[in-house]
């Protein structure tokens, strides 16, 4: 048995997320990549990912692993695959790795981005991929108030309230949020995220950069573990899982 | 009467141009806007832009003007024309300009940017606005050999056979060719562009920048006038209009 490690860049517009959820519907781009691979390697492929990822959230390089007893060769199993694939989903990279990977459980920590399009009007050219807010933001100020976040909490206060992970305990490595020209990046970097979590922070840290907050509320926000004292959870469209560290 | 000058973002992929060509079918970018224009101003508009761009090309801010006698707000005639246009069609700009200002007869120059992903697989998240070309390119060997397109010249050997300009002569002032990680980008600036220019000029770069044709051959094929002795006409989605200069 080959344990096999996948690099996968996709857009995740139109899918229903990595996996099936409970209350999904539509495709999602785990079944069509294992049903891909079943086409190629003709045996049953059960893929494991680094993490889910919702409906309509993007992966500039999500990782999964699966095992086969096929000896199909690496190179033309690539390229078999990115010929069957769809145009939103292609795998970037794909080699072997020991049997002890396990693509969950091996990460040591993932970063995600989450981008916004911080000018007047919206764009066509970005609009699958930004989250559109018109009101200035006061990027240096949510940068100030989101350090109160790194380290090692519990981020309850920022996970959806039908996420029921019993770890909530995460342990967040660095945050950066930087503008250029309209578009502003926040970068996370954790051990783990809960359900939500990221979309969840950028919510509360609009509202901080708009000014609708007081100062210091974030780190209220994170000690009261109280979800509905947190900003909005801000659309699926401007994340993206950009690497996974192992 | 007010001559108004609209600057507009688009995604060409789901269209047959900015306006409508001999065999295209499809919904044009030119038409959704007048009808949305016609919707609010309540008069039959007729706008005019810089030049047309062909099915599937994009524009970040392609400019256009129009004459109405309507004393309709310009504020609210912009924030009422995004709330109508479909997502990929915004107005990024609106004001109003003298009578004799005319979209393509003032235009100073136009800067096109052609965007070619070199890697080994394609992209997902760029599929529609860049062309994937796989095989290494030598971007210096490119931006040296393209400096004879400079100035002055007869550009007919990099027409479409199907573009009856009557004047071929257009002057390129500016062919920047630069590579940032898997992106290169080629920006062509120049008093005008004949049918199909941008894109026969890259497929040559291409051809050269993969060392399939000799140094000197662009210079040859300029000189020669003969569409058939330059390279092949790249997709469209690498496209897009990135300035028109007043």
Redesign the interface.
């Known amino acids: 048995m080959r344990n096999l490690k996948l690099e996968i860049?996709?857009?995740g517009t139109n899918y229903a997320g990595w996996q099936v959820q409970p209350k999904a519907h539509g495709k999602t781009i785990q079944a069509v990549i294992e049903k891909t691979l079943r086409k190629i390697l003709r045996e049953k492929i059960k893929i494991i990912a680094s993490g889910r990822t919702d409906a309509g959230v993007?992966a500039?390089a999500q990782v999964a692993n699966f095992f086969t007893s096929s000896n199909f060769p690496l190179s033309r199993l690539?390229i078999g695959l990115?010929g069957i694939l769809p145009?939103?989903?292609?795998?970037?990279k794909l080699n072997e790795v020991g049997p002890d990977f396990h693509s969950r459980f091996s990460a040591k920590s993932k970063i995600y981005r989450y981008t916004i399009l911080n000018r007047g009007?919206?764009?066509?050219?970005w609009?699958n991929?930004v989250y559109f807010y018109p009101h200035p933001l006061d990027v240096k100020l949510m940068q100030k108030e989101a350090e109160c976040l790194l380290g090692r909490h519990n981020f309850r206060a920022f996970c959806a309230s039908h996420g029921r992970e019993k770890d909530q305990i995460k342990e967040i490595r660095r945050i950066a949020i930087s503008r250029k020209k309209d578009f502003i990046y926040i970068d996370i970097e954790a051990d783990g995220f809960l359900y939500n979590m990221v979309r969840n922070i950028v919510g509360t840290l609009i509202e901080i950069g708009r000014g609708r907050i007081p100062r210091g509320s974030l780190k209220k926000i994170l000690l009261s573990r109280n979800r509905r004292l947190a900003g909005q959870t801000v659309p699926p469209r401007g994340l993206?899982l950009l690497k996974v560290k192992y």
């Not at 145009?87 to 970037?92: N, P, R």
């Open positions: 860049e996709y857009d993007h500039r690539k990115n145009e939103d989903i292609k795998v970037i009007y919206s764009s066509p050219l609009r991929t993206c």
